[in-house]
């Protein structure tokens, strides 16, 4: 083989291994939010799922797939039960884990939350079944039952405790954090001079209106792209 | 009247005003600690009326006779419920109240805790009977349920609820206030680096050690002897 | 006298009595019935208190005034709380009592369900009150949270066992007692084969349909109409 | 080969076939019971574990090796979470399961009981792993929280839902029961004549006292050896 022809050779080939290349890094990555209702909500028109992707599209950034996984209720051991189904059997790349608002407020209005241990335990079994699959795993902490910024609302004692604990797991197993806790109680403090309990972020204490889904999506988007 | 008469007569005037008032002024006033399991504690040896009634003493002061009424277990409408029979029976000067614990903590414990609306009522309630025998009224707010001081403690919310309507209440009924909630939070701050749960002021979370009835009882005697 | 003279006055003096006696026995009697959600229910349109004014409308007999005094989420000291505005000051003749299901239900719903002998105590309370008014009291057992018959619904235990506090008060004091949790299990024995927990007497567990609001006014008018 | 020496082979391979398949027989039988504090208490002196061995023992029946594996507070999904560790790692033969207690009264006690939808899942698992292995699984419906015979104690609706979700689990997955909470109650409706709510066949209402000891063991044993 004449110089030239090796060399186009070469060129082709090089040609072949960027444009591999190019479609590996190109590859979308699935990212599944695996949650209670605030995700399901999260999932539907101006959920923070939602706003995510239309943040996604504007930046023309096509690398992510997002996929809701929330179910009303849940608990962080209903999260473990249906794992298998509803996360690993979908193989992504990404999952958000965004759990601990039911497991405390179900000890007061069901009789059935979820002991502090107990959170850990699951939680850490969650964490390492998708650790064990090399999956990129971001937990983020409860955000709030009831927007008072003084902290008389009924579970900021078990609020701030649980936060603690997936903050603790975050930093233990290296996984991402997006510490909805703190970063709501900032906002509290800025926009809610009332100290009113719901209204600000919250349409019922709890689920997010539309100021507490963008505070979502941002906060979250800043931390899946922040690898 | 000569002179010395008069003189005589105004001497012994003198002295009969100085006995008056001297009576007066020495006329004891009954004291009652009206309240749950720590108030029963606080009635014994050690307990938070045993150490007012020694630094009474100390101070050569027999102005007050201090009398335990706790039960353990109690809740605002227990005191309600008793009133009659362990305090108005009893014709009292002043009336601590010293309530609120088990009203927060038997939500979570035996699912009977009381409603912040209905502990208000009952509250107001006892205040406004014991004002009506023109008794003195000093409220307390509940201390702690854990003594953690990150705002962890499970009940931490429903404490500084519960302890804020405590304080409006005071001030409504323009009733002496000690804050029992802001004192042991300021002392922890100090004193419990470890962000322990018990230990510092109380045995078990909830009852009082030696240092905790200390710290009660040199806060109610200020308030008792401010008038 | 005249014969006639006399029999004008015979005749007077009968018309006198016999108006005086219409009077007597035309009296309306004034009937509360004081309880929670289902009372208040029960004064709407197909309510059982409706259910009684028709079953009397039909009779021709307008010896009864029925009230409903029932407020949502009412437990047995709420009715204590509000018993001079909402029934003393009306004067009633009869007052029928028909709480306790959410003495038993907040427990598990809110953290603040009634103790068994708190619930008794203000029960009891509440009867010396009217009975010292001589009001006719008639006292009425929460009828179901549940409707499964074999005794699988959460709060059958507490719900047997306050109805049977209600029993003994109803015997203690020589009331009038409608055994509604009897009733109701007699009734669900013929009529729910399938073991439903709903659908049969309730709408939702708790709170009367057609069928269960007209077995409770069935059951009250042959009460209060045995005197 | 002789007739004779034919036989002789024949004889002696019998023989061995029956001396390896007496062997085979005799192989001790490994009974973990996995439990909570009743099952923990069952393992000491005087428990219903060592009654067993006891009574296994005056039988001159050497079968089998009984090994308590229960841990106080446990609920059903603390026994999921140890499984691997306490009992799969031991290599059982027979699994005895007796759980439920906690999961229905940490409802009232902690607000961490166990829904029974969630209770049925992990038992479900529990069930699975142990048949997976091919090991004899016998479940047993939770005993009692308080002995009163009229079903006027508090946990009463739930204890017998429970126990009918276990029964129906006994059914689906064809596993040995032991009824405990109808062994329970026709033991107490001859021998609680005062419907009492401790003291019969337990200490303080839920652990078991020497007669209830007895009775669990006797029971056992009978499912045990009933195959």
């Not at 954090?177 to 009332?194: A, K």
């Amino acid at each position: 083989m004449r110089f030239s022809a090796r060399l186009t050779v070469i060129m082709s080939l090089f040609t072949i291994m960027t444009v591999l290349a190019s479609l590996t890094f190109k590859k979308t990555q699935k990212v599944i939010f695996f949650g209670d209702s605030i995700t399901a909500a999260g999932a539907k028109p101006g959920g923070y799922i939602m706003k995510m992707k239309d943040a996604l599209a504007k930046k023309g950034n096509s690398d992510y797939d997002l996929i809701g996984a929330g179910i009303g209720g849940n608990k962080v051991y209903d999260l473990y039960l249906r794992m298998d189904d509803d996360v690993l059997s979908q193989n992504p790349d990404v999952v958000f884990i965004y759990i601990g608002v039911n497991d405390v407020w179900h000890k007061a209005s069901y009789g059935t939350g979820t002991d502090p241990d107990k959170f850990e335990k699951f939680y850490t079994a969650i964490i390492n079944k998708l650790l064990d699959k090399h999956i990129r795993v971001i937990l983020c902490t409860p955000a709030v039952i009831g927007e008072k910024t003084d902290f008389t609302n009924q579970q900021d004692g078990d609020m701030n405790a649980y936060s603690q604990i997936v903050r603790n797991l975050a930093q233990k197993w290296h996984c991402g954090l997006v510490d909805l806790r703190e970063v709501f109680h900032t906002y509290e403090l800025s926009n809610n001079p009332g100290n009113k309990e719901s209204g600000i972020l919250t349409l019922d204490r709890v689920h997010l209106n539309e100021a507490g889904n963008q505070l979502v999506a941002d906060k979250m988007l800043e931390v899946l792209l922040s690898k």
